[in-house]
Protein backbone atom coordinates (compact mmCIF):
# COMPACT_ATOMS: atom_id res chain seq x y z
CA UNK A 1 0.00 0.00 0.00
CA UNK A 2 2.51 2.47 0.64
CA UNK A 3 4.92 0.91 -2.47
CA UNK A 4 0.85 1.27 -4.08
CA UNK A 5 0.41 5.48 -2.43
CA UNK A 6 4.20 6.06 -4.02
CA UNK A 7 3.42 4.26 -7.62
CA UNK A 8 0.54 6.24 -7.77
CA UNK A 9 2.02 9.45 -6.22
CA UNK A 10 5.04 8.82 -8.63
CA UNK A 11 2.17 8.31 -11.50
CA UNK A 12 0.88 11.47 -10.89
CA UNK A 13 3.78 13.57 -10.37
CA UNK A 14 4.53 12.10 -13.99
CA UNK A 15 0.62 12.49 -15.07
CA UNK A 16 1.51 16.16 -13.59
CA UNK A 17 4.98 17.18 -15.12
CA UNK A 18 3.47 15.38 -18.41
CA UNK A 19 0.16 17.54 -18.61
CA UNK A 20 2.72 20.73 -17.50
CA UNK A 21 5.25 19.31 -20.76
CA UNK A 22 1.92 19.47 -22.33
CA UNK A 23 1.22 22.88 -21.62
CA UNK A 24 4.69 24.16 -21.95
CA UNK A 25 3.99 22.73 -25.20
CA UNK A 26 1.02 23.92 -26.06
CA UNK A 27 2.34 27.43 -25.14
CA UNK A 28 5.72 27.25 -27.17
CA UNK A 29 3.50 25.82 -29.98
CA UNK A 30 1.44 28.76 -29.78
CA UNK A 31 4.13 31.23 -29.30
CA UNK A 32 6.04 29.77 -32.28
CA UNK A 33 2.73 30.31 -33.94
CA UNK A 34 2.52 33.95 -33.33
CA UNK A 35 6.16 34.19 -34.66
CA UNK A 36 5.63 32.48 -37.76
CA UNK A 37 2.25 34.46 -38.14
CA UNK A 38 4.38 37.97 -37.22
CA UNK A 39 6.98 37.11 -39.77
CA UNK A 40 4.59 35.79 -42.34
CA UNK A 41 3.11 39.14 -41.87
CA UNK A 42 6.57 40.52 -42.29
CA UNK A 43 7.39 38.89 -45.20
CA UNK A 44 4.42 40.16 -46.28
CA UNK A 45 4.82 43.54 -45.37
CA UNK A 46 8.36 43.60 -47.05
CA UNK A 47 7.24 42.08 -50.09
CA UNK A 48 4.74 44.60 -50.79
CA UNK A 49 7.28 47.32 -49.55
CA UNK A 50 10.18 45.75 -52.00
CA UNK A 51 7.02 46.00 -54.58
CA UNK A 52 6.45 49.25 -53.53
CA UNK A 53 9.71 50.37 -53.60
CA UNK A 54 10.08 48.82 -56.83
CA UNK A 55 7.37 50.07 -58.63
CA UNK A 56 8.30 53.34 -57.29
CA UNK A 57 12.07 52.93 -58.90
CA UNK A 58 10.21 51.85 -61.37
CA UNK A 59 7.63 55.00 -60.91
CA UNK A 60 11.26 56.70 -60.31
CA UNK A 61 12.71 55.44 -63.86
CA UNK A 62 9.91 56.56 -65.79
CA UNK A 63 9.82 59.97 -64.44
CA UNK A 64 13.67 60.61 -64.90
CA UNK A 65 13.31 59.16 -68.28
CA UNK A 66 10.01 61.68 -68.85
CA UNK A 67 12.16 64.42 -67.20
CA UNK A 68 15.07 63.60 -69.65
CA UNK A 69 12.93 63.58 -72.84
CA UNK A 70 11.55 66.82 -71.16
CA UNK A 71 14.89 68.19 -70.94
CA UNK A 72 15.75 67.03 -74.44
CA UNK A 73 12.85 68.90 -76.10
CA UNK A 74 13.92 71.90 -73.87
CA UNK A 75 17.00 71.90 -75.27
CA UNK A 76 15.97 71.23 -78.65
CA UNK A 77 13.01 74.31 -78.58
CA UNK A 78 15.92 76.15 -76.89
CA UNK A 79 18.06 75.12 -79.91
CA UNK A 80 15.30 75.85 -82.39
CA UNK A 81 14.08 79.29 -80.64
CA UNK A 82 18.33 80.96 -81.12
CA UNK A 83 18.19 79.29 -84.45
CA UNK A 84 15.26 81.64 -85.32
CA UNK A 85 16.07 84.39 -83.47
CA UNK A 86 19.67 84.03 -85.40
CA UNK A 87 17.36 84.08 -88.33
CA UNK A 88 14.74 87.15 -87.76
CA UNK A 89 18.10 89.02 -86.86
CA UNK A 90 19.94 88.22 -89.77
CA UNK A 91 16.77 89.32 -91.63
CA UNK A 92 17.09 92.44 -89.83
CA UNK A 93 20.20 92.79 -90.46
CA UNK A 94 19.28 91.91 -94.40
CA UNK A 95 16.57 94.66 -94.17
CA UNK A 96 19.14 97.35 -92.32
CA UNK A 97 22.07 96.05 -94.96
CA UNK A 98 19.37 96.53 -97.66
CA UNK A 99 18.08 100.12 -96.40
CA UNK A 100 22.08 100.81 -96.10
CA UNK A 101 22.90 99.72 -99.15
CA UNK A 102 19.73 100.84 -101.09
CA UNK A 103 20.73 104.22 -98.98
CA UNK A 104 23.93 103.69 -100.92
CA UNK A 105 22.68 103.10 -104.19
CA UNK A 106 20.54 106.36 -104.01
CA UNK A 107 23.65 108.57 -102.66
CA UNK A 108 25.69 107.02 -105.54
CA UNK A 109 23.10 108.32 -107.94
CA UNK A 110 23.10 111.91 -106.27
CA UNK A 111 26.32 112.25 -106.66
CA UNK A 112 26.42 110.70 -110.12
CA UNK A 113 23.49 113.02 -111.11
CA UNK A 114 25.31 116.25 -109.10
CA UNK A 115 28.46 115.44 -111.31
CA UNK A 116 26.19 115.46 -114.51
CA UNK A 117 24.67 118.76 -113.21
CA UNK A 118 28.35 120.07 -112.52
CA UNK A 119 29.01 119.02 -116.01
CA UNK A 120 26.26 120.00 -117.63
CA UNK A 121 27.04 123.42 -115.50
CA UNK A 122 30.18 123.65 -117.08
CA UNK A 123 28.91 122.44 -120.94
CA UNK A 124 26.34 125.78 -120.15
CA UNK A 125 29.12 127.70 -118.98
CA UNK A 126 31.40 127.02 -121.84
CA UNK A 127 28.17 127.38 -124.65
CA UNK A 128 27.05 130.45 -123.13
CA UNK A 129 31.32 131.47 -123.71
CA UNK A 130 31.03 130.24 -127.03
CA UNK A 131 27.48 132.30 -127.64
CA UNK A 132 29.27 135.73 -125.91
CA UNK A 133 31.87 134.92 -128.68
CA UNK A 134 30.01 134.14 -131.69
CA UNK A 135 27.53 137.00 -130.93
CA UNK A 136 30.85 139.40 -130.63
CA UNK A 137 31.67 137.76 -134.16
CA UNK A 138 28.25 138.14 -135.62
CA UNK A 139 28.60 141.94 -134.19
CA UNK A 140 32.08 142.31 -136.06
CA UNK A 141 30.40 140.21 -139.28
CA UNK A 142 27.31 142.72 -139.12
CA UNK A 143 29.80 145.58 -139.04
CA UNK A 144 31.66 144.56 -141.88
CA UNK A 145 29.21 143.92 -143.68
CA UNK A 146 27.52 147.21 -143.31
CA UNK A 147 30.85 148.66 -144.72
CA UNK A 148 31.43 146.35 -147.36
CA UNK A 149 27.50 147.21 -148.10
CA UNK A 150 28.10 150.80 -147.51
CA UNK A 151 31.48 150.35 -149.80
CA UNK A 152 29.42 148.53 -152.50
CA UNK A 153 26.84 150.95 -152.86
CA UNK A 154 28.92 154.13 -152.53
CA UNK A 155 30.98 151.75 -155.86
CA UNK A 156 27.42 151.90 -157.23
CA UNK A 157 26.89 155.17 -157.21
CA UNK A 158 30.00 156.01 -158.44
CA UNK A 159 29.48 153.51 -161.40
CA UNK A 160 26.27 155.34 -161.95
CA UNK A 161 27.66 158.48 -161.67
CA UNK A 162 30.53 158.34 -163.51
Not at 14 to 34: A, G, K, P
Not at 61 to 88: H, I, T, W
Not at 134 to 139: F, H, S
Amino acid sequence: TTAESLTNHNEAEVQRRCEERQQEISHMQEILETKIQLLQEQHYERSAQVVWLWSGQQEAKLARNEAEKMAALAASESQRCMSLEMMVEAKDVEKVGGRFSREQEILAENERLIETLHSREAEVASLSEERSSLTYRVTQLEEQLQVLNKSLQQKELDTKWG
